[in-house]
T-cell receptor
Framework: AQTVTQSQPEMSVQEAETVTLSCTYD???????LFWYKQPPSRQMILVIR??????QNATENRFSVNFQKAAKSFSLKISDSQLGDAAMYFC??????????????FGKGTLLTVNP | GAGVSQSPSNKVTEKGKDVELRCDPI?????LYWYRQRLGQGLEFLIY????????KSGLPSDRFSAERTGESVSTLTIQRTQQEDSAVYLC??????????????FGSGTQLSVL
């Protein structure tokens, strides 16, 4: 079974600075998807960024980018020019691309990000 | 609808009572997921549907938990004889399909269940 580990329960960053959230995962599969989801106090999870394992190029979405290291099974999220609205719980997630019945997303336990003005 | 809608947003019940949690996915989304989030924890997979079929029920914690989906639309998660350990936020999500786009889930705001 796949596992996702987020080793930082909490992180803080100054507004306008850069912060990196860590995520590692364990899998024996070669093809899969990785995600970062954001959960603000409203509880509604929002997809931040998505990476396909077969792509070597790191995904970027505006101020959000990832550092995907397939061999190391590492998938970190970098937030540049942090804004107050970035404050939330961030979850790393894994999903198999292999099909069959294995379409569930496996989530880490989350990192609570605080942005200081 | 514009987004995934869950009702009720909050539910307080007494131990031993049955509860029903409802999820209205985005129109046209064929895949629907249920997750449980205990306080301070990550998301625990419960079940997903492709259409009206549930290929993976492996996450349901016990036979007190059941879920159904009708008309490729609304889904109901039922918890019978609730226990205090069932207290959690129950999140529903939908996606267009289970294929390439399937990892892009759209979540509702969840139902906070409190069992006294």
């Amino acid at each position: 079974a796949q596992t996702v580990t987020q080793s930082q329960p909490e992180m803080s960053v100054q507004e306008a600075e850069t912060v990196t959230l860590s995520c590692t995962y364990d899998t024996s599969e070669s093809d899969y998807y990785l995600f970062w989801y954001k959960q603000p106090p409203s509880r509604q999870m929002i997809l931040v960024i998505r990476q396909e394992a077969y792509k070597q190029q790191n995904a970027t979405e505006n101020r959000f980018s990832v550092n995907f290291q397939k061999a190391a099974k590492s998938f970190s999220l970098k937030i540049s020019d942090s804004q107050l609205g970035d404050a939330a719980m961030y979850f790393c997630a894994y999903r198999s691309a292999g099909g069959g019945s294995n379409y569930k997303l496996t989530f880490g336990k989350g990192t609570l990000l605080t942005v200081n003005p | 609808g514009a987004g995934v809608s869950q009702s009720p947003s909050n539910k307080v019940t007494e131990k031993g009572k049955d509860v029903e949690l409802r999820c209205d996915p985005i129109s046209g989304h064929t895949a629907l997921y249920w997750y449980r989030q205990r306080l301070g924890q990550g998301l625990e997979f419960l079940i997903y549907f492709q259409g009206n079929s549930a290929p993976d029920k492996s996450g349901l914690p016990s036979d007190r938990f059941s879920a159904e989906r009708t008309g490729e639309s609304v889904s109901t998660l039922t918890i019978q004889r609730t226990q205090q350990e069932d207290s959690a936020v129950y999140l529903c999500a939908s996606s267009l399909d289970l294929g390439v786009t399937g990892g892009k889930l759209f979540f509702g705001s969840g139902t906070q269940l409190s069992v006294l």
